[in-house]
């Protein structure tokens, strides 16, 4: 297969985490990398001198990673910076899932993190999470890492065609505590799709029970998740090697739904270059709701520290891919500021390659260094 590209397109407004949305409140709650805990922001200490503000020849970024796939592809990112600067530290710091992170940059327990588009647009309007413990304060946007691409597929004989479908079966987001059953349900439960949402009955099971459950027929429907053109999550792919399964055709009020929703972006991808397990679901093209993960600097994290980042998963992108294909695959820098909104400051570091790059969008806002 190819080097993926999957850069296709975000929303206008616009196997990780989101802490459970049970039922239908569409809430979202906290946000966990692949079934993490979420985390609440810990015992509030700082960190101890990785606040990136050295000279010249001595610029360092911790960098907050939730474990499982955002950690492999933090990893990867650090092996290149080892391989491909001379000037740049670069840490990866264990923290606990999107929300967490954002909640232990807010304060100053390490000056970068990776966390999602869905999260901070959260913490921004004080939803979920946010609302019953805010920040002061969200990080700013450095540049696009890789997308979790969301979708729904049926069990053969259910009768189940379009999404509204839906309405009255057994569907299964996810297990609560994921990023993709979140957005998912934040997606589905505003207008135009809330009234199919509200009738449909929410799976709450472990990834581990659920394909067993689908084979035994207590799941109607899943959403079926990864990032495209290199793998689906486990037990996606198990559901397919046991049960047919079948693609449901998105209406057009998911589709509005799903382009309306500021924290999601979306995707259209060739089945083709992006198969569940070898299978054939029955549709050429699938459309897809995103939830875009990102690398952040707080506004103490040094400009020239944030800049050489950014040089190097440019101009090194191939070194991080070798790592990790997860991560973005980027031809150029425009590429970079794929998934960054109006809404969201960009650094001041990031600002400036955009610009040394001639990628800089003058619609976007440039953040504020502390």
């Not at 616009?14 to 985390?39: K, Q, R, Y």
């Not at 839906?166 to 299964?172: D, E, F, I, M």
């Not at 799941?219 to 999550?233: E, F, H, W």
Request: hydrophobic share 30%; net charge negative; glycine share 14%.
């Amino acid at each position: 297969m190819k080097r993926r590209k999957f850069l296709y397109g975000t929303a206008a407004a616009g196997i990780a985490g989101l802490a459970g949305c049970m039922g239908g409140d569409g809430d979202g709650g906290g946000t966990t990398d692949d079934g993490g805990n979420g985390g609440n922001g810990g015992d509030g200490t700082t960190d101890d001198g990785g606040n990136g503000d050295g000279g010249e020849q001595n610029l360092s970024l911790r960098v907050g990673t939730s474990a499982g796939g955002t950690q492999d592809v933090g990893l990867a990112v650090e092996r290149a910076v080892s391989q491909a600067s001379d000037i740049l530290d670069y840490s990866t710091i264990e923290s606990p899932g999107y929300i967490g992170t954002i909640y232990r940059m807010a304060q100053n327990q390490f000056n970068a993190g990776i966390t999602d588009n869905n999260s901070l647009n959260k913490a921004l309007d004080g939803r979920g999470r946010f609302g019953e413990q805010p920040v002061d304060r969200i990080p700013q946007y450095g540049f696009g890492a890789f997308p979790y691409s969301i979708y729904v597929v049926a069990r053969d004989g259910t009768g189940i065609e379009t999404f509204d479908d839906l309405a009255g079966a057994n569907v299964y987001p996810a297990e609560p505590g994921y990023s993709t059953r979140a957005t998912t349900l934040d997606v589905w439960s505003q207008d135009p799709t809330a009234d199919v949402y509200e009738e449909m009955t929410i799976e709450n099971m472990g990834v581990g029970d659920a394909p067993g459950a689908m084979e035994e027929g207590t799941i109607d429907a899943s959403i079926a998740y990864g990032t495209p053109g290199v793998r689906y999550t486990g037990f996606v792919q198990e559901m397919a090697s046991r049960v047919d399964l079948h693609y449901v055709e998105p209406t057009d009020a998911l589709i509005e739904s799903a382009e309306s929703y500021s924290g999601a972006g979306t995707t259209r991808t060739d089945y083709e270059d992006w198969q569940i397990a070898g299978t054939d679901i029955g549709t050429d093209e699938v459309f897809t709701w995103d939830l875009q993960v990102n690398y952040t600097f707080n506004p103490e994290a040094n400009p020239d520290a944030v800049y050489e980042l950014c040089r190097v998963v440019h101009e090194h992108n191939d070194l991080v891919n070798e790592g990790e294909a997860q991560f973005n695959d980027y031809d150029s820098a425009e590429e970079m500021l794929a998934y960054a909104q109006e809404r969201i400051p960009v650094h001041p570091g990031a600002v400036q390659y955009y610009k040394d790059n001639d990628a800089w969008d003058d619609s976007l806002e440039e953040g504020e260094t502390a």
